[in-house]
Structures are given as C-alpha cells and as structure tokens.
Nanobody, 128 residues
Framework: QVRLAESGGGSVQAGGSLRLSCAAS????????MGWFRQAPGKEREGVAS????????VYADSVKGRFTISQDKPTLTVFLQMNSLKPDDTAMYYC?????????????????????WGQGTQVTVSS
C-alpha cells in the first residue's frame, strides 16, 4: 500500500493562496493516479483535482477550475496543489489519494473509489 503524507494546510483570508504537497512512498504502477479530495463539515467528500503520473493529464472540479493547479515532481514522488483566489467555500479537510489507473487515460474522481491509499488530511481554512 502506498503511504501518503500531506502538508501545507493553514488559515488564510479570502483571496489568498496556499500550496499543498503530498509525498508518496512509492508508485505501484506505471499507470498511476494521484489527486486531492476535500470534505467540509456536513458535506460529502468531493474530488478537487487529479493527475495521471504517467502522462500529466489533469482533472479539475468545476468549482476550482482557473484557481487551483495540480502538478507533480516525479523524482520526489510528490504532487502539489497550488490554490489561488481562495474562497470561504474552499474551507475543508484536504486529503491526498493515490492508486493505479486500470481504465482510461485520465484519472477521474470515480477511479479513486477503488484506491486504498489516503493521506491523513490537512486542514484548509479560508476566512472572510
């Protein structure tokens, strides 16, 4: 199982920026996905952004398009989430997830349902 460790969360004012990072212990497949999910109190977990480690193909939730950017540094097995123009609605616990891609070229949020590797979470709080 891949071990994941998130960092970079914190508290910022609306309009501010944060950069999250997630370091993986290993890549278990050539076709490998890493991504970010978030969950706010009283709400269901939702996908934020994902990246196919092999081809850099990315997927974003509509709510963060144009504001968030996911990227990776393969030598360090690390994925980043640059979050700009943060809004109070972005407040949530952010979780990193990873696993093998078994179908398709893009890592859809649905693909992560079958993944067992999740980080401990890092809190992001955006105030007005």
């Amino acid at each position: 199982q891949v071990r994941l460790a998130e960092s970079g969360g914190g508290s910022v004012q609306a309009g501010g920026s944060l950069r999250l990072s997630c370091a993986a212990s290993q890549y278990t497949a050539v076709r490998f996905c890493m991504g970010w999910f978030r969950q706010a109190p009283g709400k269901e977990r939702e996908g934020v952004a994902s990246i196919n480690v092999g081809n850099d193909m990315t997927v974003y939730a509509d709510s963060v398009k144009g504001r968030f950017t996911i990227s990776q540094d393969k030598p360090t097995l690390t994925v980043f989430l640059q979050m700009n123009s943060l809004k109070p609605d972005d407040t949530a616990m952010y979780y990193c997830a990873a696993g093998p891609l078994v179908y398709g070229n893009a890592c859809t949020f649905r693909d992560f349902r079958d993944f067992n590797s999740w980080g401990q979470g890092t809190q992001v709080t955006v105030s007005s």
